[in-house]
């Protein structure tokens, strides 16, 4: 998922933090459903692997520029 979000970084350029994080809200949307298919087999993303989970979005953005990013909005959408 992450890496599908670096390809349409790469693909799509955003021009600024608001279409970065429509890029990145999608991309949380994917962990959502993920979530929701641990759930259906009686188990859920561990803390530990939600809080990698949420620094890698940062580390993403930064790594394009986006050192700027609120790593908070960048998984505003998250369920998990």
Same mark, same amino acid.
């Given at each position: 998922m992450l890496l599908r979000l670096c390809e349409r970084i790469e693909a799509e350029q955003p021009p600024n933090l608001e279409a970065l994080y429509a890029l990145t809200q999608a991309a949380t949307e994917?962990?959502?459903? @993920?979530? =929701?298919? !641990?759930? =259906?087999a009686g188990?859920?993303?561990e803390t530990v692997a939600r809080e990698w989970i949420a620094e890698e !979005?940062? @580390?993403v953005a930064s790594a394009y520029g986006f050192t700027d990013a609120d790593a908070e909005e960048l998984i505003a959408g998250r369920d998990w």
């Open positions: 994917e962990f959502n459903l @993920l979530e =929701a298919e !641990f759930e =259906a188990s859920e993303i !979005f940062w @580390l």
